[in-house]
Antibody, heavy 124, light 107 residues
Framework: EVQLVESGGGLVQPGRSLRLSCTTS????????MNWVRQAPGKGLEWVGF??????????RYAASVKDRFTISRDDSKSIASLQMNSLKTEDTAVYYC???????????????WGQGTLVTVSS | DIQMTQSPSSLSASVGDRVTITCQAS??????VNWYQQKPGKAPKLLVYDASNLETGVPSRFSGSGSGTDFTFTINSLQPEDIATYHC?????????FGQGTRLDIK
């Protein structure tokens, strides 16, 4: 059974840092891109960024709202994806979901598996 | 950025009804649209990918269609367990963007 479990959320003051982890099991982690999506309270879904599989360069892409503050990394030996969040702002308050990203014909396709989410609250 | 205009933002329908949700992209995106279902307090779940392909295990009452800029998601014969918010998503061009969601409840 495929599982993605986020951890590391909590209350943090503006300007501080937080690191989220996504521990996975049940699939060959290295074959997939991994991705983060967030959802502010009562709002819609917002793409945060992804990291490609190593076979596709392991490169990262980010939304403009988090670029230069957030960093996505992966440890294929442990099947873990991480989201390092620096210089946090109150508007970063959201539930953060880790997702698996499927490739079709070498191109990123759908977010086919999701974790349960972890809440990050940025407040003084 | 590509804007995904989803409508309606909410709707109420009866069990057995046919429900249609639309998403209009601000520019041509071929077929690169996915649809997700999010039940209250839960993570989203992929239902339809590449505009019209049903994800494995998803009931056949769900379907998607469209190409270019106009996309449609349909539930034939609404069931009580379909109460959820539905989101469209484009992945033609970065940044990946979502519609604002459609909240569906039972009359």
């Amino acid at each position: 059974e495929v599982q993605l479990v986020e951890s590391g959320g909590g209350l943090v003051q503006p300007g501080r840092s937080l690191r989220l982890s996504c521990t996975t099991s049940g699939f060959t982690f290295g074959d997939y891109a991994m991705n983060w999506v967030r959802q502010a309270p009562g709002k819609g879904l917002e793409w945060v960024g992804f990291i490609r599989a190593r076979a596709y360069g392991g490169t990262t892409r980010y939304a403009a709202s988090v670029k230069d503050r957030f960093t996505i990394s992966r440890d294929d030996s442990k099947s873990i994806a991480s989201l390092q969040m620096n210089s946090l702002k109150t508007e970063d308050t959201a539930v953060y979901y880790c997702t698996r990203v499927r490739y079709i014909n070498g191109l990123i396709d759908a977010f086919d598996m999701w974790g349960q989410g972890t809440l990050v609250t940025v407040s003084s | 950025d590509i804007q995904m205009t989803q409508s309606p933002s909410s709707l109420s329908a009866s069990v057995g009804d046919r429900v249609t949700i639309t998403c209009q992209a601000s520019q041509h995106i071929t077929k690169f649209v996915n649809w997700y279902q999010q039940k209250p307090g839960k993570a989203p779940k992929l239902l339809v990918y590449d505009a019209s392909n049903l994800e494995t295990g998803v009931p056949s009452r769900f379907s998607g269609s469209g190409s270019g800029t106009d996309f449609t998601f349909t539930i034939n014969s609404l069931q009580p367990e379909d109460i959820a918010t539905y989101h469209c998503q484009q992945y033609d061009t970065l940044p990946i963007t979502f519609g604002q969601g459609t909240r569906l409840d039972i009359k």
